[in-house]
């Protein structure tokens, strides 16, 4: 258990408690801010949660597949989607080699 630097408050469990109970009962601490809107957070899960999801990073098109263009919503949606991209091309190259086989036998 972990005690509150500013108002002596004990009983925090855990030093993630400890910077949200800061962050949100004295207003300081260390914050995660988002580069393109107004958001920030204590909390870095809720950073990257909100980081996935911006609604301004996303009308900035910062989830642009590299491969062919497409425009995501979130990041793990990019992810799947470039995955798409390497995992389609991995299959091909199975597909020929399993035809190369077949015609062996
Ligand atoms: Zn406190
Ligand atoms: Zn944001
Ligand atoms: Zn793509």
Redesign the pocket.
Known sequence: MLF?P??K?EGINGKVALKL??YE??GMGEVFRCEDCSFQTPSKTAFTRHADACPATVAANKFRCPHCDKVFKSKAGLNLHVKLHVGGQGVRKASIEISILLEII
Do not use: Y
Request: net charge negative; glycine share 0%.
């Open positions: 509150c500013v108002c408050e109970h800061v009962q004295h």
